[in-house]
C-alpha cells in the first residue's frame, strides 16, 4: 500500500529515558514533517526537511532532533525525555503545493 | 502570525441533515487550505486541498469553499451519517514549496445521531 507508516505506534517510558520514533513514506514526496498533537488535540508543526534538508525548525527544545536518511524517512530522537512530552506524534509528506498526507501517529506516554 | 479558528468547538445533529463546518483564517495570503479529518485515536485523513486561485472543490457528499479575501472556507456536508462522526480540522498553507507549514484549527467534533 502506498501510504505513510509510522513505528512505533505506541511508547510507554520513563523520563529520563532517550527513545526514537521512525517514520516512512512511499509517495514519491519530496517534503516530510512532524507534528505534535497535545492533550487538547492541538495538532502544531515541528519540523519539516526537503529532500534530507532541515527546512523548517519551530522553537522545538534541542532534546528533539530529526534525521532524514533519505527522502523517504524522516525519524525523530527524543533525548531526556519529559512528562510534558506525552502526546500524539505524527509524520506527514508531501509533494510542492500538494496535500498532505499523515501518519496514524504515536502515542507517547512519559511517566 | 497566522491563526485559524473553527467554531464551534462541537457539534451534534440528527441523521439526514445538510451542514457547514466553519473555518477563519487572520492571513488572507494563503497557498492553500485543506480539510481533514481525524476519527477517534486515529490519523488525519486528508479530504479536500482547495488552492488559493480556486472557488471551492468537492468530494461525494462533500463541498469545500474558500473566500480568501473575507479569510473564510466552509466544508458542506450533504445527507449527513451517522459515519461522519469524526473531528474535522481546517489547515492554511501560506507559501508554496519546501516550507509549507499546515497551521491547524482546533477542530470541529461532529456527531450525527441516527
Known amino acids: 500500500d502506498t501510504a505513510v507508516s509510522q513505528t512505533p505506534k505506541y511508547l510507554v517510558t520513563q523520563m529520563g529515558n532517550d527513545k526514537s520514533i521512525k517514520c516512512e513514506q512511499n509517495l514519491g514526496h519530496d517534503t516530510m514533517y512532524w507534528y505534535k498533537q497535545d492533550s487538547k488535540k492541538f495538532l502544531k508543526i515541528m519540523f519539516s526537511y526537503n529532500n534530507k534538508e532541515l527546512i523548517i525548525n519551530e522553537t522545538v527544545p534541542n532534546r528533539f532532533s530529526p534525521k532524514s536518511p533519505d527522502k523517504a524517512h524522516l525519524n525523530l530522537h527524543i533525548n531526556s525525555l519529559e512528562l510534558g512530552d506525552s502526546a500524539v506524534y505524527f509524520c506527514?509528506?508531501?509533494?510542492?503545493?500538494?496535500?498532505?498526507?499523515f501518519g496514524p501517529g504515536t502515542r507517547l506516554t512519559v511517566l | 502570525k497566522q491563526e485559524v479558528t473553527q467554531i464551534p468547538a462541537a457539534l451534534s445533529v440528527p441523521e439526514g441533515e445538510n451542514l457547514v463546518l466553519n473555518c477563519s483564517f487572520t492571513d488572507s495570503a494563503i497557498y492553500n487550505l485543506q480539510w481533514f479529518r481525524q476519527d477517534p485515536g486515529k490519523g488525519l485523513t486528508s479530504l479536500l486541498l482547495i488552492q488559493s486561485s480556486q472557488r471551492e472543490q468537492t468530494s461525494g457528499r462533500l463541498n469545500a469553499s474558500l473566500d480568501k479575501s473575507s479569510g473564510r472556507s466552509t466544508l458542506y456536508i450533504a445527507a449527513s451519517q451517522p459515519g461522519d462522526s469524526a473531528t474535522y480540522l481546517c489547515a492554511v498553507i501560506p507559501l508554496a514549496g519546501a516550507n509549507s507549514k499546515l497551521t491547524f484549527g482546533k477542530g470541529i467534533t461532529l456527531s450525527v445521531r441516527p
Open positions: 506527514a509528506s508531501s509533494s510542492r503545493g500538494g496535500p498532505q498526507f
